[in-house]
C-alpha cells in the first residue's frame, strides 16, 4: 500500500511543477510586458517603468523569476493583486469557502437525487422507469448550464416570486463571518431568519451547479449496478431467498458504489468549471466569479494565482480519490 | 472497420476457404454491421436525424431565414413571439432588444455552432491522435514526457483553461475555438495511446514490421485504422463539449463578439432582459440543447455500436 501511494505521488510532483510553469508562464505570454500591464491604461514614465522591472524581479533571467515563484508558492505566496494591492493568497482563501460551500451542497443534492436514480433505472432496466430516468440524465449532461440557470431564475424567481436571483444572503442581515461557511455563520449569529435567508439563496445555484454532476453520477450507478446484479455472487443471494431490497440494496449496491465514488471525486474539475458560470449569473462571491471579474479587469495576478490554487485543489482531490480507491479495491494497487 | 478480422480469421479451421465456410451473403459488410447496431439505438437515430437537419438548416440558412441576421427593425424591439400578445407572423419567434429577428439569428447561429464543433473536433483530433501515435509508437522517455504533460493539461478545469487562453489570446471566436481544442486534445492523446499500445503486440502488426513496413506506414496505414473505433467515439462527444463550451466563453463575453448570431453570445446579449422578455432567453439556449442533446445521442449509438468492449452478445 505505501509503495502505491508513493508511486501516486511520484506522478503528482511533476505534475505539480507542471501546472506551476503553466501558471508562471501565463503573464509572461500575455502581449506586453507585466508592468505595463499593471500600470493599464495610465501608462508611466521610463524610470519608472524600469524601477518597477527590477522591484518586481522581471529583469532577472526568466529560471531565476520562476524559481522565486515557485519558492513563492510553497511559502504561501501568490503574489500581489494588481487591482486591490492585496496578496492573492489572502484574497483566494476569502472567497474559497463560498465556493466550498455551494460545491458540497451541489455535490450532495447531486448524490442524494443520482444514486437511487440510478438504482432504480439498473433495476428496472429497459422498463419505463428505466427510459425516463435515463433520457432525463441525458438532457441534463446536455444542459447549458448557464442558460438552465436563467430558466430557473425566470420560473423560480420571476414567475413565483419564491427565490431570490442573486448573493449569498438578504442584505437584511450582518453579522462578522467566522467560518466563511454562511449556513453555518447565519446559524451562529442567532438572527431570525438569517439561515432560512441563506437557505433560500443557496438553492437555485446548487440545482444549477449539482446538475451535470448529478446526469453523470445516474448514469454512472446505473451501469455499475448492471455489471454488479449479473455477477454469481447476486444471484447466490437470490437464489438463498434473499428478498430483492437486501440483495439489491446490500449485495448489489456495496460493490456498485466503488466506481461511483471515484467518479463523485473525479467531477470536482466539473464543479470549478461550473463554479466559474453558476457563480457568475447568481453574483456568488466565489473564487469562480472572482476568476472571471479578473480576467475582465486584466488582474493578471488574481487571474495567475486562482489558476494555480484551482489546479492544486483538483490535483489533490484526484489524488486522494485514487488512494482511497487503492484502499476499498486492492487490485489497483499492484 | 477491419478490427475483427484477426480474430474471425483465428477461428476458422485452417486450410478451409473463406467462402465455403460463410457465404459473402451472410458476412455483412463493415459499414452494414455497423449501421445495424447503431439502429439497434433509437435514440441514435432520433439524434442523427435531428443533427442532419441541423446541418441542412446551418446549409441552407441564407433561403431559409425570413431576416437578416443583424437587421435592426426599430420598429419592434422586443416584439413577444407570434402566438402571444404584441406578436406577429412577421416575427415568428419575436425581436431581441435591439429588434433583431430571434428566428433570422437562431437559424445562422446553426452555421456557427456547426463551425465550432468542426473545427474543434479537427484541432483537438488532429494534433490528438498524432502526438498518441508518437507516444505508443516512441515508449521510453518521449511518451513518459508527452502523458506527463497531458496530466498537466487534465489537471485544469477544462472551461478555465480555455478561459485563461483566451485572456492571453484575446477574446474571438477563432481563439476561443483555439483554446477548447488544445484543451480536449489531451483525451485523444490518451485514447490513441492505449489503443496503439493494444494493438502492437498483435500479429498482423507483427508480420508488417516483418514484411519491412516503415514506421510511418505502420502507424497511419497498419495500425491507426484499427484505433479509430475509440476516436470516433471521442469525436462526437467532443463536438457537444465544444458547442457547450464555445457558447459558455461566449456567454461570459470572452467568445463570439456581438453582433454574431452565435447562441451562446445572444444569451449574453439577453442576459438583462431575463425577466421582462423570456423569448430572447429561452430560445438560443433551447437550440443549444437540442443540438448538444442530439449528437450526445447520436455518440452513445457511435459507442454501442463501434466499441467491441460494450458490444452486446
Redesign the interface.
Request: net charge positive; hydrophobic share 55%.
Given at each position: 500500500m505505501l509503495s502505491f501511494i508513493l508511486r501516486r505521488l511520484g506522478?503528482f510532483i511533476?505534475?505539480f511543477i507542471?501546472?506551476s510553469?503553466?501558471s508562471f508562464l501565463?503573464i509572461r505570454?500575455?502581449?506586453g510586458d507585466p508592468i505595463l500591464l499593471m500600470a493599464g491604461e495610465r501608462g508611466m514614465s521610463a524610470e519608472r517603468h524600469a524601477q518597477l522591472m527590477v522591484q518586481f524581479g522581471f529583469d532577472q533571467p526568466l529560471i531565476t523569476q520562476y524559481w522565486d515563484y515557485l519558492t513563492g508558492i510553497l511559502r504561501g505566496d501568490l503574489g500581489i493583486s494588481f487591482k486591490t494591492k492585496r496578496p492573492v493568497w489572502d484574497e483566494f482563501f476569502a472567497l474559497f469557502p463560498a465556493t466550498l460551500e455551494l460545491s458540497l451542497c451541489a455535490i450532495v443534492f447531486a448524490v442524494v437525487l443520482g444514486i437511487p436514480a440510478g438504482i432504480i433505472a439498473a433495476v428496472k432496466r429497459g422498463k419505463w422507469p428505466d427510459q425516463v430516468l435515463m433520457?432525463t440524465a441525458?438532457?441534463g449532461?446536455?444542459?447549458?448550464i448557464?442558460?438552465?440557470a436563467?430558466?430557473l431564475?425566470?420560473l423560480f424567481?420571476?414567475m413565483l416570486g419564491w427565490t431570490p436571483v442573486s448573493g449569498r444572503i438578504s442584505l437584511m442581515f450582518f453579522f462578522p463571518s467566522g467560518t466563511g461557511f454562511m449556513l453555518i455563520d447565519s446559524l451562529r449569529s442567532g438572527q431570525a431568519g438569517a439561515f432560512a435567508s441563506a437557505v433560500e439563496h443557496l438553492i437555485l445555484p446548487t440545482i444549477v451547479l449539482g446538475t451535470i454532476p448529478l446526469a453523470v453520477i445516474a448514469r454512472q450507478t446505473r451501469s455499475a449496478m448492471l455489471e454488479v446484479l449479473s455477477e454469481d455472487y447476486v444471484r447466490t443471494a437470490k437464489a438463498k431467498g434473499l428478498g430483492p431490497l437486501r440483495v439489491n440494496g446490500l449485495h448489489a449496491l456495496r460493490n456498485a458504489l466503488i466506481p461511483v465514488i471515484t467518479v463523485i471525486g473525479l467531477s470536482v474539475?466539473?464543479l470549478?468549471?461550473?463554479a466559474?458560470?453558476t457563480e457568475?449569473?447568481f453574483s456568488w462571491p466565489g473564487v469562480g466569479k472572482w476568476?472571471?471579474e479578473g480576467?475582465?479587469s486584466r488582474d493578471?495576478t488574481a487571474?495567475q494565482g486562482g489558476?494555480l490554487m484551482?489546479?492544486l485543489i483538483?490535483?489533490v482531490v484526484n489524488l486522494v480519490v485514487d488512494v482511497l480507491y487503492g484502499l476499498i479495491n486492492p487490485k489497483i494497487r499492484r | 472497420m477491419a478490427s475483427t478480422d484477426a480474430t474471425t480469421d483465428s477461428s476458422l479451421p485452417e486450410g478451409s476457404k473463406r467462402d465455403s465456410m460463410l457465404p459473402d451473403r451472410l458476412r455483412p459488410s463493415p459499414f452494414k454491421e455497423f449501421w445495424g447496431y447503431f439502429c439497434e439505438n433509437r435514440?441514435a437515430i432520433v439524434g442523427l436525424f435531428v443533427f442532419v437537419a441541423f446541418i441542412l438548416i446551418a446549409l441552407f440558412a441564407d433561403v431559409l431565414a425570413p431576416h437578416s441576421a443583424t437587421e435592426q427593425y426599430r420598429d419592434a424591439l422586443l416584439q413577444p413571439p407570434a402566438w402571444q400578445d404584441g406578436g406577429s407572423t412577421r416575427f415568428l419567434l419575436g425581436t431581441d432588444a435591439v429588434g433583431r429577428d430571434m428566428l433570422s439569428r437562431l437559424i445562422y447561429g446553426a452555421r456557427y455552432s456547426f463551425f465550432i464543433g468542426v473545427i474543434v473536433v479537427v484541432i483537438s483530433a488532429g494534433t490528438g491522435v498524432l502526438i498518441g501515435l508518437l507516444a505508443g509508437f516512441a515508449r521510453g522517455w518521449v511518451d513518459t514526457l508527452i502523458m506527463?504533460?497531458m496530466?498537466?493539461l487534465l489537471?485544469?478545469?477544462?472551461?478555465?483553461l480555455a478561459?485563461?487562453m483566451v485572456?492571453?489570446l484575446?477574446p474571438s471566436l477563432i481563439n476561443a475555438m483555439i483554446a477548447i481544442g488544445i484543451v480536449l486534445q489531451p483525451h485523444y492523446v490518451r485514447l490513441t495511446r492505449a489503443a496503439v499500445m493494444q494493438e502492437l503486440p498483435k500479429d498482423y502488426v507483427t508480420s508488417a514490421r516483418v514484411v519491412g513496413a516503415s514506421r510511418l506506414r505502420l502507424m497511419f496505414v497498419t495500425v491507426l485504422p484499427n484505433c479509430l473505433a475509440p476516436i470516433i467515439v471521442q469525436a462526437a462527444l467532443s463536438f457537444?463539449t465544444a458547442i457547450?463550451d464555445a457558447?459558455?466563453l461566449g456567454?461570459?463575453?470572452?467568445g463570439a463578439q456581438p453582433p454574431t448570431p452565435e447562441w451562446?453570445t445572444m444569451?449574453a446579449d439577453?442576459?438583462e432582459f431575463?425577466?421582462r422578455a423570456?423569448w430572447v432567453?429561452?430560445f438560443?439556449?433551447?437550440a443549444?440543447?437540442i443540438n448538444?442533446?442530439a449528437i450526445?445521442?447520436m455518440g452513445?449509438g457511435l459507442r454501442d455500436a463501434l466499441d467491441p468492449k460494450l458490444k452486446r452478445s
Amino acid at each position: 500500500m505505501l509503495s502505491f501511494i508513493l508511486r501516486r505521488l511520484g506522478t503528482f510532483i511533476p505534475t505539480f511543477i507542471g501546472v506551476s510553469i503553466v501558471s508562471f508562464l501565463f503573464i509572461r505570454l500575455l502581449p506586453g510586458d507585466p508592468i505595463l500591464l499593471m500600470a493599464g491604461e495610465r501608462g508611466m514614465s521610463a524610470e519608472r517603468h524600469a524601477q518597477l522591472m527590477v522591484q518586481f524581479g522581471f529583469d532577472q533571467p526568466l529560471i531565476t523569476q520562476y524559481w522565486d515563484y515557485l519558492t513563492g508558492i510553497l511559502r504561501g505566496d501568490l503574489g500581489i493583486s494588481f487591482k486591490t494591492k492585496r496578496p492573492v493568497w489572502d484574497e483566494f482563501f476569502a472567497l474559497f469557502p463560498a465556493t466550498l460551500e455551494l460545491s458540497l451542497c451541489a455535490i450532495v443534492f447531486a448524490v442524494v437525487l443520482g444514486i437511487p436514480a440510478g438504482i432504480i433505472a439498473a433495476v428496472k432496466r429497459g422498463k419505463w422507469p428505466d427510459q425516463v430516468l435515463m433520457s432525463t440524465a441525458l438532457v441534463g449532461y446536455s444542459m447549458p448550464i448557464f442558460w438552465w440557470a436563467l430558466l430557473l431564475i425566470i420560473l423560480f424567481s420571476g414567475m413565483l416570486g419564491w427565490t431570490p436571483v442573486s448573493g449569498r444572503i438578504s442584505l437584511m442581515f450582518f453579522f462578522p463571518s467566522g467560518t466563511g461557511f454562511m449556513l453555518i455563520d447565519s446559524l451562529r449569529s442567532g438572527q431570525a431568519g438569517a439561515f432560512a435567508s441563506a437557505v433560500e439563496h443557496l438553492i437555485l445555484p446548487t440545482i444549477v451547479l449539482g446538475t451535470i454532476p448529478l446526469a453523470v453520477i445516474a448514469r454512472q450507478t446505473r451501469s455499475a449496478m448492471l455489471e454488479v446484479l449479473s455477477e454469481d455472487y447476486v444471484r447466490t443471494a437470490k437464489a438463498k431467498g434473499l428478498g430483492p431490497l437486501r440483495v439489491n440494496g446490500l449485495h448489489a449496491l456495496r460493490n456498485a458504489l466503488i466506481p461511483v465514488i471515484t467518479v463523485i471525486g473525479l467531477s470536482v474539475g466539473t464543479l470549478m468549471a461550473g463554479a466559474i458560470l453558476t457563480e457568475t449569473i447568481f453574483s456568488w462571491p466565489g473564487v469562480g466569479k472572482w476568476m472571471v471579474e479578473g480576467i475582465g479587469s486584466r488582474d493578471y495576478t488574481a487571474v495567475q494565482g486562482g489558476l494555480l490554487m484551482i489546479a492544486l485543489i483538483v490535483m489533490v482531490v484526484n489524488l486522494v480519490v485514487d488512494v482511497l480507491y487503492g484502499l476499498i479495491n486492492p487490485k489497483i494497487r499492484r | 472497420m477491419a478490427s475483427t478480422d484477426a480474430t474471425t480469421d483465428s477461428s476458422l479451421p485452417e486450410g478451409s476457404k473463406r467462402d465455403s465456410m460463410l457465404p459473402d451473403r451472410l458476412r455483412p459488410s463493415p459499414f452494414k454491421e455497423f449501421w445495424g447496431y447503431f439502429c439497434e439505438n433509437r435514440g441514435a437515430i432520433v439524434g442523427l436525424f435531428v443533427f442532419v437537419a441541423f446541418i441542412l438548416i446551418a446549409l441552407f440558412a441564407d433561403v431559409l431565414a425570413p431576416h437578416s441576421a443583424t437587421e435592426q427593425y426599430r420598429d419592434a424591439l422586443l416584439q413577444p413571439p407570434a402566438w402571444q400578445d404584441g406578436g406577429s407572423t412577421r416575427f415568428l419567434l419575436g425581436t431581441d432588444a435591439v429588434g433583431r429577428d430571434m428566428l433570422s439569428r437562431l437559424i445562422y447561429g446553426a452555421r456557427y455552432s456547426f463551425f465550432i464543433g468542426v473545427i474543434v473536433v479537427v484541432i483537438s483530433a488532429g494534433t490528438g491522435v498524432l502526438i498518441g501515435l508518437l507516444a505508443g509508437f516512441a515508449r521510453g522517455w518521449v511518451d513518459t514526457l508527452i502523458m506527463r504533460l497531458m496530466d498537466v493539461l487534465l489537471a485544469f478545469p477544462s472551461l478555465l483553461l480555455a478561459l485563461v487562453m483566451v485572456a492571453i489570446l484575446g477574446p474571438s471566436l477563432i481563439n476561443a475555438m483555439i483554446a477548447i481544442g488544445i484543451v480536449l486534445q489531451p483525451h485523444y492523446v490518451r485514447l490513441t495511446r492505449a489503443a496503439v499500445m493494444q494493438e502492437l503486440p498483435k500479429d498482423y502488426v507483427t508480420s508488417a514490421r516483418v514484411v519491412g513496413a516503415s514506421r510511418l506506414r505502420l502507424m497511419f496505414v497498419t495500425v491507426l485504422p484499427n484505433c479509430l473505433a475509440p476516436i470516433i467515439v471521442q469525436a462526437a462527444l467532443s463536438f457537444s463539449t465544444a458547442i457547450l463550451d464555445a457558447a459558455a466563453l461566449g456567454f461570459l463575453g470572452l467568445g463570439a463578439q456581438p453582433p454574431t448570431p452565435e447562441w451562446g453570445t445572444m444569451l449574453a446579449d439577453a442576459r438583462e432582459f431575463v425577466l421582462r422578455a423570456w423569448w430572447v432567453v429561452t430560445f438560443p439556449g433551447l437550440a443549444i440543447l437540442i443540438n448538444v442533446l442530439a449528437i450526445n445521442l447520436m455518440g452513445d449509438g457511435l459507442r454501442d455500436a463501434l466499441d467491441p468492449k460494450l458490444k452486446r452478445s
